[in-house]
């Protein structure tokens, strides 16, 4: 099923897909990692996928596990990963990773050596675990002595215009070396693991999903507004080679000063 689609040219800061609702969001973001499976196979090697954390990509690992979606996605040349994790235990209900593999990819016939959630026990340095996350990348992915390039990168933007666990005024957002970093978020009370913008901008394509009218003002801010990304950190993501689409639901394409074109 195709759903009526409008794409909106952004320069550098990326292409903006238009789809009518979180339900074709969540189609295009399957069709999405489908073919970057299919690419995948036919270039006889691993894709290295990352997965963002909260709610608007449960819709899509929904579909992915559904009859629809099961049998076109080649699993085992997927290696899973997050671009950001709370310092919780994965059967926490707030683990993205923990999420993501109850609700979707317990589902899929992946093995279990290609999914790679964080270390978040509690004995764990988050320091440390964010350390282990770049060594297990650089491993898996065979790049020692330069950024891993990861084949799809998928992200999230909150309403305050954070991205992975980038959040407004925090130093990581000006952090250019560092492929992954734990921080402590003082607005959130909370510490987290996130990928720095270095090992995002450093992907083959990268995916904000956007949905729904409360994210409609910071989207425009982010794409028609000034750079400040000290305040809007979704804006510091700008793959240096790669490609920065949007799929957003028009609900939050709403307030958009383009339009089409
Ligand atoms: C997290 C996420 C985060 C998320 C945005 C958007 O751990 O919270 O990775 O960056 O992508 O907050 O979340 P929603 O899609 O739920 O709005």
Do not use: C
């Amino acid at each position: 099923m195709s759903d009526q689609q409008r794409t909106i040219d952004y320069a550098e800061r990326g292409t903006v897909i238009v789809v009518p609702d979180s339900e074709a969001l969540a189609r295009l973001a399957a069709e999405t990692l489908a073919s970057t499976s299919a690419e995948a196979v036919a270039e006889s090697r691993q894709a290295l996928i990352a997965l963002s954390g909260g709610s608007t990509p449960k819709k899509m690992g929904g579909l992915l596990a559904s009859q629809d979606y099961v049998g076109r996605v080649h699993w085992n040349y997927l290696q899973i990963y997050w671009g950001d994790e709370r310092w919780v235990p994965l059967e926490d209900s707030q683990s993205n990773a923990g999420e993501a593999m109850r609700t979707f990819l317990s589902r899929v016939p992946i093995p279990d050596e290609n999914v790679h959630p964080w270390g978040t026990d509690a004995d764990l340095d988050p320091a440390l675990s964010a350390e282990r996350y770049t060594r297990m990348i650089r491993e898996i992915s065979g790049v020692e002595d330069s950024v891993p390039v990861f084949d799809l990168v998928f992200l999230g933007m909150g309403d305050d215009g954070h991205t992975l666990s980038l959040f407004p005024g925090t130093k990581a957002i000006r952090d250019t070396h560092s492929l992954t970093l734990a921080h402590w978020v003082e607005k959130l009370e909370a510490t987290r693991l996130t990928f720095g913008p270095a090992l995002a901008n450093a992907a083959s394509k990268v995916v904000f999903l956007v949905g729904g009218a409360g994210k409609a003002e910071t989207l425009h801010q982010v794409l028609d507004g000034e750079e400040q990304p000290d305040l809007l950190p979704s804006q510091v993501i700008r793959p240096e080679s790669g490609v920065l689409l949007w799929l957003v639901d028009d609900a939050a394409a709403a307030k958009l000063e383009r339009s089409h074109g």
